[in-house]
């Protein structure tokens, strides 16, 4: 491969790209160590080389080519002046995992628009290591926003089972922050985040999302779903009638009322 096409694809500053190989499918750079000794972690010494092995991380993907690794010796070093015994780590390149946290921001980003299916298909990991690096980095891919109309509703986790609720920014409607059960607190504990720049609120009718509101934010305006307003009429409009009929009023009267009351007036 062109070196310059590797130096673009490997934007690790510090390290040197001093080879590449092909291992079965697997694209192979190897990188060489920063020439400077790295000190002590506790007391800043001088440190020697103890051992060193090999370890490699998935470090990008192109069409053409698939995933691609890097490889780098990661030296055990001891220190002279506290004889502290360390493996040495480079920032960007996570110890535990099989690739640099650039390329799981990298996967954390296909996966919008995709399902968290296609793109471990696409790159050939398991379906839990994408899905890990996703929920990792998907909050500080969201847009910042500053939400001043909110709506708040209750949701079932588990339908029947778990409830939560959830406060959505009307504009862009990201979920903004979610809360398990559906109680006063709950709606407290999911306004919270919110509370100090909203201005709007819009929920349904339940009292706990009034009292809810006068505590985190007494001076949002609170809108009511219209929807609410006029299953409210709705019902009224049922008992009225109920209590009509049994009182012995001839059924069309009550009949004609309940629709005029229901229709729009007539010009
Ligand atoms: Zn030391």
Redesign the pocket.
């Known amino acids: 491969m062109p070196s310059q096409f590797i130096k673009d694809l490997i934007t690790l500053p510090g390290f040197l790209i001093h080879g590449e190989r092909k291992e079965g499918e697997r694209w192979i750079f190897e990188l060489s160590l920063p020439p400077h000794c790295p000190i ?6 001088r ?1 020697i080389k103890m051992s060193s092995k090999r370890k490699q991380w998935i470090h990008g993907y192109t069409n053409t080519v698939g995933l691609f690794w890097i490889e780098l010796p990661i030296e055990r070093r001891r ?6 015994t360390f493996t040495v780590s480079y920032p960007g390149l996570p110890s535990h995992s099989i690739a640099t946290e650039s390329f799981q921001q990298w996967v954390a980003q296909l996966c919008i628009g995709k399902t968290i299916q296609e793109v471990a298909r696409l790159l050939q990991l398991a379906y839990t290591t994408v899905e890990r690096w996703f929920y990792q980095y998907a909050p500080a891919l969201l847009p910042t926003s500053n939400p001043t109309v909110v709506c708040v509703d209750e949701f079932a986790f588990r339908k029947g089972h778990d409830d939560g609720v959830a406060v959505m920014d009307t504009q862009t409607r990201n979920v903004l922050s979610i809360a398990s059960g559906k109680n006063e607190e709950a709606i407290v504990e999911a306004l919270q985040p919110v509370a100090s720049k909203v201005k709007y609120v819009v929920s349904d009718l339940a009292p706990a999302m009034r009292k809810a509101m006068e505590k985190v934010c007494p001076k949002a305006i609170h809108v009511l779903d219209h929807f609410h307003v006029i299953q409210l009429f709705t019902d009224a409009l049922e008992r009225c009638r109920k209590y009509l009929a049994k009182g012995g009023t001839k059924h069309g009267s009550v009949c004609r009322v309940c629709r005029l009351l229901s229709q729009r007036p007539e010009k």
Not at 40 to 45: K, Q, R
Not at 79 to 84: F, H, I, R, V
Request: net charge neutral.
């Open positions: 002590c972690p506790t007391c800043f010494g440190t220190c002279q002046a506290c004889s502290l």
